[in-house]
């Protein structure tokens, strides 16, 4: 008998670096999914480079043993991978073909992959936090844990607009149904934000996933001498830390400095905390971190333990995915156990699930400096400001790899010079910059 694999689901990983056009639409314009895959195909067609080339899916550590007892394959594909388990073919009375997997898939299966670096380069144009407390990774799931899921999107909602926060440029908030906005800091000093288009971006309230050992970082500004850390259960109450060798347990641990800590050592190894990838996926896992400082401040994180050491070095993300869950829109398996993916009697194909990611691109204000120094004369006053010797784009921009255009106040389309794509961005002053250097050209005179 032949041995026949079909696919079980799609995970695509949509970056606004990588898919952004030049008149700056980008794919999340696109409201419907069929779209966006046709976006993908026309990328692939054209053979433009992909988020693959910084970020790889993969199996590590324990991981692959799941996929070699239920007979699953990883393959790659633009812009994300594809997973494929051995199925047997059948006919329903109806005439509908249906694909059996041939080794069971309990519906609570930990389906994981890993999003592994292949270098550092995603870090850089991402949009995340620059001023994080620790090097958490990303958690994505087809379950609504931690928070509910819209399909066909894997990451948690973006947290509504909260005026008592201090924002950094780009962090995203939500401003009512399908209205994210980016922050950002103008010319004179003021607060603003930026509509984007789109919704259910990658973002802090993904980035929950902790090795049992981590570092915790304190800004120097906050001047902190003593920390006690709590870790509560999904209903308030405190969990075991720590236990030594006596039996001895301890529901809080305390640090204390002569002078202000710049980061602490937590470990919960020998906790009673339960951790991934050994259990099973629900709310039971996320707990609640607490430290409250000595200046009776206390912050709040929740965090899902990994327990993996092999899966998460110089991993960007893990993704889990279960064959039923709580919202069927994201099932890999219909009530009877056959993939959602079949031929029906007409001899029209039911694909199987496709999954996204989205990720925004680092937003930063485009600097223009003279190669040799000098000042240069604003030609472009529609889209930039003189500030000392240089030009800067009065609203921040996302970084691409692609060339992206200028848009008129007519909307027709001007060019002036790009950042290099990999190129770091600069900090001043709680904004972004990307520098570009630029000879004295027409575009570009220098002041008299």
Request: net charge neutral; proline share 7%.
């Amino acid at each position: 008998m032949p041995v026949v694999y079909k696919i079980l689901f799609e995970v695509k990983l949509l970056h606004e670096f990588y898919l952004t056009r030049s008149d700056g639409q980008t794919i999340f314009s696109l409201p419907a999914q069929g779209d966006r895959i046709e976006f993908l195909k026309d990328r692939f067609l054209r053979n433009e480079r992909n988020i693959t080339s910084e970020l790889l899916f993969d199996l590590r550590g324990s991981i692959n043993k799941t996929f070699e007892n239920h007979h699953l394959r990883l393959l790659p594909a633009y812009a994300g991978c594809k997973i494929a388990v051995e199925v047997k073919r059948k006919t329903l009375a109806d005439g509908t073909t249906v694909y059996d997997p041939k080794i069971p898939l309990p519906a609570d299966l930990n389906i994981f992959l890993t999003l592994t670096k292949i270098n550092n380069a995603a870090d850089g144009y991402t949009n995340m936090k620059l001023k994080r407390t620790s090097n958490s990774i990303y958690y994505f799931s087809n379950e609504n844990i931690p928070g509910a899921k819209t399909f066909p999107v894997l990451s948690n909602a973006i947290s509504d607009f909260d005026a008592s926060l201090v924002y950094e440029q780009g962090e995203p908030a939500l401003f009512g149904p399908d209205d994210v906005r980016e922050f950002y800091i103008d010319k004179n000093g003021n607060g603003q934000w930026l509509k984007v288009a789109g919704n259910r971006f990658v973002n802090e309230n993904d980035r929950i996933l902790f090795p049992r050992r981590f570092f915790y970082t304190f800004r120097p500004e906050e001047n902190v001498t003593e920390a006690e850390v709590v870790l509560k259960d999904k209903n308030g109450n405190p969990v075991v830390i720590s236990r030594d060798e006596y039996g001895t347990t301890k529901n809080a641990v305390t640090f204390k400095s002569a002078v202000p800590m710049q980061k602490i050592m937590l470990d919960f190894s020998t906790g009673d905390a339960a951790g991934l990838p050994a259990v099973l996926v629900s709310d039971d896992i996320i707990y609640t971190l607490e430290i409250t400082d000595s200046n009776g401040n206390t912050k709040s994180s929740r965090l899902i333990f990994f327990d993996d050491d092999a899966a998460l070095p110089g991993s960007w993300a893990v993704i889990n995915i279960k064959p039923r869950v709580a919202n069927a829109a994201f099932n890999l398996l219909d009530n009877n156990g056959f993939l959602i993916a079949r031929q029906m009697p007409d001899s029209s194909i039911v694909p199987p699930p496709v999954f996204e990611i989205r990720a925004m691109s680092r937003l930063s204000f485009w600097r223009y400096m003279h190669d040799k120094k000098k000042k240069l004369k604003n030609e472009h006053p529609d889209f930039l400001f003189a500030q000392n010797d240089s030009l800067v784009s009065t609203l921040p921009r996302p970084l691409t790899y692609s060339l992206t255009l200028f848009k008129k106040p007519d909307n027709s389309l001007h060019y002036l010079p790009n950042p290099q794509p990999f190129d770091l961005v600069r900090m001043e002053s709680n904004k972004l910059y990307a520098d570009i250097l630029v000879p004295e050209s027409d575009l570009f005179p220098l002041q008299p």
